[in-house]
């Protein structure tokens, strides 16, 4: 029953994230803001491909312990994939409200992004390996987490002061996939069950893309007035 529901879970959420993304990056109309949500989409939705595809061939046919390598590579790229996903909330956070002058802001971003990634290539991840190192999940994590924070805090105050009704909620959704990834870094090994929380951590990206295309609408609705 796992196997029916989670891979009907994964697929729906794999065409939509990526049947939205290449909406936005063509209907963008040359706006950089609503091409970059479209481009951020296509990333995670590409990116989490190489994590789920070999999760649903587990579930659907020999069980996880078959697809460790699959799983483990998939789980890197997805790392990766994700990291540049927030780089690129960064640069539509700069557009949307218009900043200038955050020199400081964007090396403190791309010095979060560089230490995540490079943390991640390290040989002691044993990303394919049975026994991943807990505590190297939570050093690479570290910085992640710093930069979800921050983008989170970005998004939080420039929709306020700009009373952004569409993105208002932008920052709840970063803070709810957070909230469910950090306890299934923390403890799914240990207990298999907190692993559920993948899904409402899926469901909060799902709800970021869907937030930016229905802003991309509005922007196309209010200039074809």
């Known amino acids: 029953m796992q196997a029916i529901g989670e891979t009907i879970f994964d697929i729906v959420y794999l065409i939509l994230v990526i049947a939205l993304g290449i909406n936005m990056i063509i209907r963008s109309n040359g706006n950089k803001q609503y091409r970059l949500f479209g481009i951020t989409a296509v990333v995670l939705g590409f990116g989490d491909s190489f994590h789920l595809v070999p999760r649903v061939i587990a579930l659907c046919t020999t069980g996880f312990e ?4 699959a799983l483990g590579t998939g789980k890197f790229i997805t790392s990766i994939t994700m990291t540049v996903f927030y780089l690129i909330l ?3 956070w700069r557009l949307r409200y218009n900043i200038k002058n955050s020199e400081k802001l964007t090396v403190a971003v791309y010095t979060l992004v560089a230490a995540r990634i490079i943390l991640c290539l390290f040989p002691q991840n044993n ?12 050093y690479r994590n570290i910085p992640f987490a710093i930069l979800g924070a921050l983008i989170t805090v970005l998004f939080y105050k420039s929709s306020r002061k700009n009373d952004d009704i569409r993105l208002k909620n932008f920052w709840l959704a970063i803070v709810i996939s957070f909230g469910c990834y950090i306890p299934v870094v923390l403890f799914a090994d ?9 899904i409402p951590k899926t469901c909060a990206y ?11 609408k ?8």
């Open 66 to 69: 078959d697809y460790t390598v």
């Open 90 to 92: 960064y640069y539509i």
């Open 127 to 138: 990303w394919t390996g049975i026994d991943a190192p807990l505590s190297w999940g939570i």
């Open 190 to 198: 240990s207990i298999p069950a907190v692993g559920m929380l993948m």
């Open 206 to 216: 799902l709800w970021m893309v869907i937030m930016g295309f229905n802003a991309m």
């Open 218 to 225: 509005d922007f196309r609705f209010n200039n074809c007035k």
